[in-house]
């Protein structure tokens, strides 16, 4: 079975700074898709970016952007000037191709921004 | 306005009492999906459905039940409720062709005394 692992339980990153949130997954599969999802105090699922495995290059979103190492098997996300409404979880998640449209998801990373 | 609804948001419950959390999407997705939140395990996927009538368990099916008799809506189900299933919980649709654009409902918070 998928799993996926956030190694950082907690992050803490000043404002206008810029944070690298880590993810590691371990799968079978070739081709798949990795998300992060962003979770603010309103307990809101945001999709923050995706990456599609067969593409090599790390897929970008105005300040987040990823390093995806397929070989690795990482998929990490760096936020750049960190704002203070970048305060949430952050979970990393893998889409199985079989099972329907499952999503495995991490344990969650708090990132906590300073002022 | 394109939506995943759930109700109630918040409940708190006794050991035993049978409840229904509804969820609702009006997007007309095939795929919808049921996962519970807690703290260090991320979120889990209960059950699923890929169409009207068509259902199966996820990884943590256990003292739950879904249904799907219509498109849009897709009832979880607590015949017993016990203190090990207080979670958040959050429903998710998805069409089948954008499969990868999943829409989350904004969580239930549930409580089992």
């Known amino acids: 079975a998928q799993t996926v692992t956030q190694s950082q339980p907690e992050m803490s990153v000043q404002e206008a700074e810029t944070v690298t949130l880590s993810c590691t997954y371990d799968?079978?599969?070739?081709?798949?898709?990795l998300f992060w999802y962003k979770q603010p105090p309103s307990r809101q699922m945001i999709l923050v970016i995706r990456?599609?495995?067969?593409?090599?290059q790390n897929a970008t979103e105005n300040r987040f952007s990823v390093n995806f190492q397929k070989a690795a098997k990482s998929f990490s996300l760096k936020i750049s000037d960190s704002q203070l409404g970048d305060a949430a979880m952050y979970f990393c998640?893998?889409?199985?191709?079989?099972?329907?449209?499952?999503?495995?998801f991490g344990a969650g990373t708090i990132l906590r921004v300073k002022s | 306005e394109a939506q995943v609804t759930q109700n109630p948001r918040y409940l708190i419950t006794v050991t035993g009492k049978k409840l229904t959390v509804t969820c609702s999407q009006n997007?007309?997705?095939?795929?919808m999906s049921w996962y519970r939140q807690d703290p260090g395990l991320g979120l889990r996927q209960i059950y699923y459905?890929?169409?009207?009538?068509?259902?199966d368990k996820g990884d943590v099916p256990e003292g739950y039940k879904v249904s799907r008799k219509e498109k849009r809506n897709f009832p979880l189900i607590l015949e017993s409720p016990s203190p090990n299933q207080t979670s958040l919980y959050f429903c998710?649709?998805?069409?089948?062709?954008?499969?990868?654009?999943?829409?989350f409902g904004p969580g239930t918070r549930l409580t089992v005394l």
């Open positions: 997007m007309n997705h095939e795929y």
């Open positions: 990456q599609e495995a067969y593409k090599q």
């Open positions: 459905s890929m169409n009207v009538e068509v259902t």
């Open positions: 799968t079978s599969e070739s081709d798949y898709y």
């Open positions: 998640a893998y889409r199985q191709m079989e099972y329907g449209n499952k999503l495995v």
């Open positions: 998710a649709s998805s069409s089948l062709e954008r499969y990868n654009e999943q829409f």
